[in-house]
T-cell receptor, first 112, second 118 residues
Framework: KQEVTQIPAALSVPEGENLVLNCSFT??????LQWFRQDPGKGLTSLLL?????REQTSGRLNASLDKSSGRSTLYIAASQPGDSATYLC???????????FGTGTRLQVFP | DGGITQSPKYLFRKEGQNVTLSCEQN?????MYWYRQDPGQGLRLIYY???????QKGDIAEGYSVSREKKESFPLTVTSAQKNPTAFYLC?????????????????FGPGTRLTVL
């Protein structure tokens, strides 16, 4: 059974720091991995999607990497800003099913 | 504006009542999904539909029902059989993918409905 784990559960950093969020999964048979952002009491916003054949994706200050063989993905946020404060969730599209399996998220706070 | 909407934003239910949560999308997506989110837990899939008039149970379908009579709409009914319905409910939609039926495109989420049982 696929399990998705995100470490750390919470992170508090000063503005301007570069930071890395981690996501690990137990079954490497995936179609893709996605990173989402969730603001308190809101829905999810897609940030990056990495297909299983890709190694990384970039969007602005965000860079996501995927190492399928080791079951790991990282989300790198450069020059963090207070507006980056949110919960970040990763999810894997499990091969052979019609499901996304979500991690429990990392709650990020960036203080001025 | 293209997007996915959910209503109401907040919903209160008395014990023993059925309630229906609305989800509408104008993105022309074939696939739609319902998730439940509880504090400290990841999203869990309740039901999903890849095409009109067809839907499948997710991981926690007991106590819930859905219909998919129109492409744009995928309402979720929380029945009195759901023992602990207080949660945040999220609806999503996506284009169908090309690998084994699963959507390999990103999912677009609505703003959510917070259901509280009184």
């Amino acid at each position: 059974k696929q399990e998705v784990t995100q470490i750390p559960a919470a992170l508090s950093v000063p503005e301007g720091e570069n930071l890395v969020l981690n996501c690990s999964f137990t079954d490497s048979a995936i179609y893709n991995l996605q990173w989402f952002r969730q603001d308190p009491g809101k829905g999810l916003t897609s940030l990056l999607l990495i297909q299983s054949s890709q190694r990384e994706q970039t969007s602005g200050r965000l860079n996501a990497s995927l190492d399928k063989s080791s079951g790991r993905s990282t989300l790198y946020i450069a020059a963090s800003q207070p507006g980056d404060s949110a919960t970040y969730l990763c999810a894997v599209a499990q091969a052979g099913t019609d499901k996304l399996i979500f991690g429990t998220g990392t709650r990020l706070q960036v203080f001025p | 504006d293209g997007g996915i909407t959910q209503s109401p934003k907040y919903l209160f239910r008395k014990e023993g009542q059925n309630v229906t949560l609305s989800c509408e999308q104008n993105l022309n997506h074939d696939a739609m999904y319902w998730y439940r989110q509880d504090p400290g837990q990841g999203l869990r899939l309740i039901y999903y539909s890849q095409i009109v008039n067809d839907f499948q149970k997710g991981d926690i379908a007991e106590g819930y029902s859905v219909s998919r009579e129109k492409k744009e709409s995928f309402p979720l009914t929380v029945t009195s059989a759901q023992k602990n319905p207080t949660a945040f409910y999220l609806c999503a939609s996506s284009k169908p993918g090309t690998s084994g039926g699963i959507s390999t495109d990103t999912q677009y989420f609505g703003p959510g409905t917070r259901l509280t049982v009184l």
